[in-house]
């Protein structure tokens, strides 16, 4: 009996930091969207020194972990007198991490999208906001869905690592049932299944998104 | 601000631990190579159980942490009697985490073999075992190399998470000479710094490895292309 309702009693705390990754993970993707877009098309500005600008900030934060660039947040920029709350760190960091690589994607899904669509836009009169808004942004966004799936997979698993500057999400939570109960093999056992239920109905959607846009490429 | 005489007394330290990063890093790669390999192999096999096991782990793998995943083995593994050092569980944990995705490269370039080859090697009497060691793999893998370049440079960016078990990579080294001296600035800059070169200049060999194949590739395609496909 002990045994079997062992498990069951580390779930509601475990629970609760789930919720907080969850949390973690939709807030963060928004800031994550929104950026991709930002960086994708500042990556095309007519000025050279923003398109410079975007292919360091694409290199730098692509090329180190976002581990190094989570503890940068967290223990550098206080000694230089900017100082933000744990969990806007690591929103703030994992978000710049994760809009290098969407931007990549978005800018990827953009260039997709040929150069014969945007002269029939221009043909029938669109302006440029127009032909944008209704003729390449649609088709670049079912391109761009499964690969943005598949980051948001990514940003799930990356929230795990904020375990290390004190937040208290599903990992962080499962590292104090450990020091509070000594139940290694239980908790760490419950923590990968949580994830796992929350990232494979996500991989699935992915996997069906990538059936669509394989179809409407054809 | 940055106190360049402070960052050099603890250079050593930290060159000591890119060498332990490197180490992680090509140790981890030959593992993930290998499962990736396998799991591979079982996902082609005609047994319909290992097909969904290989599957189900790559699903669960690919679903899960890495540094859960860490904690797992780091944790658990020893009080099944499974004594290993730390350095060679985190090699373990990312040589299973990146073969999961490696699985999908060697899929990606098995599948890119025409069929006609898989036959002449049948009709020639190959068995299995000579077939894809003689035929499919030395087809299957140059190709895949490019993309595997891709994921050892993703691998090399996982390193740092190996100090969260103990690991003194240079991650783990500036931890320690952070915790020691209460100074942050410079221990995570200088680690910072030391693994955006590295990995900057990984890429920057992937690439022209990418460039030289793909120039390999088609200066063989020439000769063999048939009458009246050139230019007319």
Redesign the interface.
């Known amino acids: 009996m002990e045994a079997l309702l062992g498990p069951l009693e580390l779930l509601p705390q475990l629970l609760r930091g789930a919720r907080i990754t969850l949390q973690l993970t939709l807030l963060t993707a928004v800031l994550a969207f929104f950026l991709s877009f930002a960086v994708a098309f500042a990556r095309n500005a007519p000025w050279k020194w923003l398109r410079y600008a975007t292919v360091a900030y694409v290199?730098?934060f692509r090329?180190?972990?976002?581990?190094?660039?989570l503890?940068?947040l967290f223990?550098?920029l206080p000694?230089?007198g900017l100082s933000l709350p744990p969990m806007l760190t690591a929103i703030v960091a994992l978000g710049l991490n994760m809009s290098a690589y969407g931007s990549e994607i978005v800018r990827g899904a953009i260039a997709t999208v040929g150069q014969d669509q945007r002269d029939a836009a221009r043909a029938l009169g669109l302006t440029r906001v127009q032909t944008w808004r209704t003729v390449i942004l649609p088709q670049a966004m079912v391109v761009a869905l499964p690969s943005f799936g598949n980051l948001l997979?990514e940003l799930l698993?990356?929230t795990?690592?904020v375990?290390?500057i004190t937040i208290t999400e599903l990992?962080f939570a499962?590292?104090q049932m450990?020091v509070t109960t000594g139940r290694?093999?239980e908790v760490?056992?419950l923590?990968?299944v949580l994830?796992?239920a929350m990232?494979?109905p996500l991989?699935l959607l992915v996997a069906r998104a990538e059936a669509r846009a394989a179809r409407f490429r054809r | 601000m940055f106190d360049f005489a402070f960052a050099w007394s603890f250079l050593p330290e930290m060159l000591k631990g890119l060498r332990i990063t490197v180490i992680a890093t090509l140790g981890g790669f030959a593992v993930a190579l290998l499962v990736g390999l396998g799991l591979e192999l079982m996902r082609r096999g005609r047994s319909k159980a290992l097909r969904r096991i290989a599957q189900g782990w790559i699903s669960f793998i690919r679903c899960t942490p890495l540094l859960v995943q860490l904690y797992f083995v780091f944790y658990v593994a020893p009080k099944w009697g499974l004594r290993i050092d730390a350095l060679t569980t985190g090699i373990l944990c990312l040589g299973i985490h990146i073969g999961a995705y490696v699985a999908e490269v060697y899929r990606a370039g098995i599948d890119a073999v025409p069929p006609g080859q898989w036959d002449a090697g049948r009709a020639l009497g190959l068995g299995p075992v000579a077939l894809w060691r003689a035929v499919i793999l030395p087809q299957a893998l140059p190709p895949a190399i490019p993309p595997l370049g891709n994921y050892l440079i993703g691998l090399f960016k996982e390193t740092p998470l190996l100090a969260a078990i103990t690991v003194l990579d240079v991650f783990g080294a500036a931890n320690n000479i952070a915790g020691r001296t209460f100074r942050y600035n410079e221990p995570y800059t200088v680690a910072a710094v030391l693994l955006l070169v590295v990995s900057l200049l990984a890429a920057w060999a992937v690439r022209r490895i990418e460039r030289r194949m793909t120039l390999h590739r088609t200066g063989r395609a020439l000769p063999s292309a048939g009458p009246g496909s050139g230019p007319v």
């Open positions: 290199e730098i090329g180190t972990s976002a581990l190094v660039q503890f940068f223990f550098i000694a230089y997979i698993k990356a795990s690592l375990s290390l990992t499962g590292r450990v290694d093999f760490w056992a923590v990968l994830y796992f990232a494979w991989s």
